[in-house]
């Protein structure tokens, strides 16, 4: 699913988990409406289904071997680079390309980031907001972090993808250096108040939620637009 703070033609800051991580991540880039419409299109979805180059020919071993060893059926490389150059096509290669400063904020200056990326830490079993959430447990400069990164290892559909594995200071990892992460949406599945103000000022315009799935169900109109955000 992707949240996002705007008037009604500008998406001021996009908070993604899962799926919806990539269509967040792609928006705050700068694609346009029709340009993600025309991406999402010409894509081959069966180019996501990468098993390892040592099972290429036997794919229903190499899908059983990746499940059963490696937690995951495909290895998710080309989800992370098709990731990759699609935000290079806009200039977007780290978070620091991605940082909006809004001195009316009630966000804190080191969380004023156009995009917010929900991730599953399946290591330690808490949820990381990114970049948000990258030098307090996971050790790292966030503006240094490619952005790629934290939408593949939100977008790891437990059993499809093999979970994505981050680097991490040892010092906060208990000496690992890195940490497992998989689909956001296992601990935030619909993170829709993740730009909540947190100060007595007005909301300056509606966040709005949208949630990606193929169950129809209904949904409170008035919890997916309220007045809320930072």
Request: net charge negative; charged share 25%; proline share 7%.
């Amino acid at each position: 699913m992707l949240t996002g703070a705007a008037d009604p033609y500008t998406f001021h800051r996009i908070a993604g988990t899962s799926a919806g991580a990539i269509v967040a991540s792609l928006l705050a880039a700068g694609y346009e409406p029709d340009e993600l419409k025309q991406v999402m299109t010409e894509l081959d979805f069966s180019q996501f289904e990468d098993e390892s180059s040592v099972f290429r020919h036997f794919k229903r071993l190499g899908e059983g071997f990746g499940l059963i060893f490696e937690e995951g059926l495909f290895r998710g490389d080309f989800l992370h680079s098709w990731i990759a150059e699609k935000l290079a096509a806009k200039g977007v290669h780290t978070w620091g390309q991605l940082k909006g400063l809004d001195p009316k904020s009630s966000l804190p200056p080191e969380r004023q980031y156009k995009l917010v990326v929900v991730v599953s830490d399946v290591s330690r079993g808490r949820e990381l907001r990114l970049p948000w959430d990258y030098q307090s447990l996971c050790g790292v400069p966030p503006d240094d972090q490619p952005v790629a990164d934290a939408v593949r290892a939100s977008a790891s559909i437990p059993f499809f993808f093999r979970p994505f594995r981050m680097q991490a200071d040892k010092a906060v990892t208990g000496g690992h250096g890195e940490i497992l992460c998989t689909d956001g949406g296992m601990l935030s599945n619909f993170p829709i108040d993740i730009f909540d103000r947190t100060d007595a000022e007005e909301p300056r315009w509606p966040t709005l939620g949208v949630k990606l799935s193929a169950r129809q169900q209904s949904i409170d109109p008035g919890l997916a637009t309220q007045p809320r955000s930072a």
